[in-house]
T-cell receptor, first 110, second 115 residues
């Protein structure tokens, strides 16, 4: 089952904050966050693992609630460069099988 | 390092034709993946491989085949192309020893149009 992301889209002014959520119906081994700019390949932002370990971007933070099978990505003091589509990817019941959510489009305006 | 490279960048196929999308990585990664991304949509996993000689199906494998004879290469074969296979195809790789997946590095993508 594909993870569910919300919201589908968000428009921010520079400096504003936003939260993107990702939820799964299955127990999660890990949650990954990627950002994709139009016409480009996805780029890694962060990995969150069971037990609380995080690896990734030092200016974007995220949380992982194992009990609720949810993750949230926090865009703080947004910059124009944060614009793009954010995808969460989840690893659930089989190593290697990866599923991405449908994405959240973020537009940061001056 | 070139990272993950994909060829061709763009291709137009006629219905019923076949083709192979090439993917090569020079990072000595053991895991490799093929995704498709339809316009305005997320990425769907087609096939993946955990090492040379080992492949497995993802969410949307129908109409595709893969092989992994070397660590570096993971070609995706389309047989009997259909308009529904019009998409952007991304190859990715990661190095994972045990446990959860590590960072996936994506190639630039191949845009495929089936007419």
């Amino acid at each position: 089952q594909q993870p569910v992301q919300s919201p589908q889209a968000v428009i921010l002014r520079e400096g504003e904050d936003a939260v993107i959520n990702c939820s799964s119906s299955k127990a999660l081994y890990s949650v990954h966050w990627y950002r994709q700019k139009h016409g480009e390949a996805p780029v890694f932002l962060m990995i969150l693992l069971k037990g609380g370990e995080q690896k990734g971007h030092d200016k974007i933070s995220a949380s992982f609630n194992e009990k609720k099978q949810q993750s949230s990505l926090y865009l703080t003091a947004s910059q124009l460069s944060y614009s793009g589509t954010y995808f969460c990817g989840t690893e659930t019941d089989s190593w290697g099988k990866f599923q991405f959510g449908a994405g959240t489009q973020v537009v940061v305006t001056p | 390092n070139a990272g993950v490279t994909q060829t061709p960048k763009f291709r137009i196929l006629k219905i019923g034709q076949s083709m192979t999308l090439q993917c090569t990585q020079d990072m000595n990664h053991n895991y490799m993946y093929w995704y498709r991304q339809d316009p305005g949509m997320g990425l769907k996993l087609i096939y993946y491989s955990v090492g040379a000689g080992i492949t497995d199906k993802g969410e949307v494998p129908n109409g595709y085949n893969v092989s992994r004879s070397t660590t570096e290469d993971f070609p995706l074969r389309l047989e009997l192309a259909a308009p529904s296979q019009t998409s952007v195809y991304f190859c990715a790789s990661s190095y994972t020893t045990s446990g959860p997946q590590e960072t996936q590095y994506f190639g630039p993508g191949t845009r495929l149009l089936v007419l």
